[in-house]
């Protein structure tokens, strides 16, 4: 459908959301911070992306799956293990959530 276009060109990945809670080594109250600095940039970004996409595109969204405070994260020694982690085989780890949608 976009014979023009480098198929590279047709995925989007943001993947900050991700970095954020790995990296984070902070409240939970300062990972939302930091994802909606994030999100307000990057979804700035992909407004005007999409915006320019011809009517009748197929756009499939999906999304990462969950995460949880790591029980054994000791603030006074936050270097030495990540604070917030994969949370296992709970439903909100393994779904990943997905939608089609076609731009009209």
Not at 37 to 62: M, N, Q
Not at 85 to 96: A, D, L, Y
């Amino acid at each position: 459908m976009f014979p023009h276009k480098d198929p590279a060109d047709l995925v989007i990945k943001a993947t900050g959301i991700d970095e954020r809670i790995h990296s984070e080594k902070g409240s939970i109250t300062q990972l939302f911070s930091g994802v909606l600095g994030y999100l307000e940039t990057e979804l700035t970004e992909l407004f005007y992306r999409l915006r320019d996409l011809p009517s009748g595109t197929l756009l499939i969204l999906f999304a990462d799956h969950g995460f949880v405070e790591n029980p054994d994260f000791a603030p006074t020694a936050k270097y030495d293990s990540p604070r917030y982690i994969h949370g296992g085989m709970t439903p909100f780890e393994v779904i990943v959530p997905w939608a089609w949608v076609m731009r009209i």
